[in-house]
């Protein structure tokens, strides 16, 4: 078994060029307000009691029920869309690999949290021989999928039932919005990996950074994401998770820890044609989801009104689209490896 690429330190990344030539604001108009349709209590998984196939509703949006609370964004049709474009736009960051662990012919694959499923379908294309299984807290899976994926609601942070050194590769993506005790899960993972598999935790960092002093200190959407964090951390949710978990996974006895760094523009103002195009997804995946990312965190967690949230929603989406802020966000990609020997984890 080999090792991952080599990983990035935040400070060897060169900066973001932008796209001297986009000057002209008015050629920048947001196109994809469309209207939603919510409807998606049609979808289900194939192996779920109907009891946990409710779902809860606030706000205008759906919420899962099982374990109701737990997680403070909506699983609607629209939510569920603007996931799949992540799923896109994660894939595309990883110049089109799902997974940077070094893996050999794979039997036994975990994906926690798994939304729609889309990493975990098109991970059992490539690895057919490995049967692959996606928990979620909803049931929000196709019906119809390779035979060798398995969706099951669960909370990934309750007790694991998978024996020990059992799992070839342990995966969570877009998990620092939901996860409270990482420790915890990562002590799991550890015991449930074979030794030698991996670990791999994918996870943008929502906190607006620039380099080149066009984004003010009071960016609304900048504004929007920290206020967001506030109100996750009301729910002992770090939605800063990723920049510390290298130290955890090495405190949890991983080793072989890889940890790899992208920028992402926010919006299409990187001169490079394929950090555009990465540019205007994301900036896509944060104005179709405004409502669905701040009504929790803001509402649940920092009482804020409904009205309130939409009022300054107001300012972040026309901030958003001002195409001379050049702001970007992070990609983390971690990728830790438990021992070969037989060396137990810290805690076990
Ligand atoms: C931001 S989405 C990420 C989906 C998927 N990993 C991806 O990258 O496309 C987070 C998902 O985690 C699920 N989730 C949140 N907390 C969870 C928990 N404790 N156990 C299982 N699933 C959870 C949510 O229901 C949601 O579908």
């Known amino acids: ?79 569920q869309e603007r996931e799949d474009m992540k799923h896109a736009v994660a894939v595309h960051l990883l110049e089109g690999k799902l997974h940077l662990s070094p893996l050999d012919r794979p039997q036994s694959i975990l994906d926690l949290g798994t939304g729609t499923g889309s990493w975990a379908i098109d991970i059992s294309d490539e690895y057919p021989e490995a049967e692959v299984v996606g928990v979620d807290l909803s049931p929000i899976q196709p019906a119809w999928v390779p035979p060798n994926v398995k969706f099951l609601v669960d909370d990934a942070e309750a007790a694991w039932l998978n024996p020990p050194d059992s799992i070839d590769l342990v995966h969570l993506r877009n998990m620092s919005t939901a996860i409270k005790d990482w420790p915890a899960l990562l002590a799991r993972a550890y015991t449930a990996l074979k030794p030698g598999a991996w670990l791999e935790i994918q996870d943008f960092r929502w906190a607006f950074d620039c380099d080149d002093g066009t984004m003010p200190d009071d960016h609304a959407p900048a504004i929007m994401v920290t206020t967001i964090a506030a109100g996750l951390s009301k729910f002992g949710v770090d939605l800063h998770v990723a920049t510390t978990l290298p130290g955890r996974a090495t405190a949890a006895g991983f080793t072989n820890i890889v940890h ?44 804020w009104t409904p009205e309130a949230v939409e009022l300054f929603l107001v300012k972040v989406r026309k901030e958003l689209m001002d195409p001379s802020v050049h702001s970007y966000v992070f990609f983390h990609c971690l990728c830790a490896q438990k021992p070969l020997g037989e060396e137990p984890g810290p805690g076990r």
Request: proline share 11%; glycine share 8%; hydrophobic share 25%.
């Open 260 to 303: 790899t760094v992208r920028r992402v523009p926010v919006g299409p103002w990187a001169r490079d044609p394929a950090l555009k195009t990465i540019g205007l997804y994301t900036r896509g995946v944060i104005y179709d989801g405004l409502q669905a990312i701040t009504l929790g965190p803001l509402t649940r967690g920092l009482k």
């Open 1 to 79: 078994m080999g090792s991952p690429p080599p990983g990035t330190a935040i400070s060897d990344l060169p900066p973001i060029e932008p796209d001297t030539a986009r000057s002209n604001p008015d050629a920048h108009q947001h196109d994809d307000d469309a209207g939603y349709e919510t409807d998606g209590l049609s979808r289900t998984s194939t192996s779920l009691a109907s009891s946990i196939r409710n779902y809860s509703f606030e706000n205008a949006r759906r919420y899962h029920k099982f374990k109701e609370g737990r997680y403070q964004f909506p699983n609607d049709e629209p939510e």
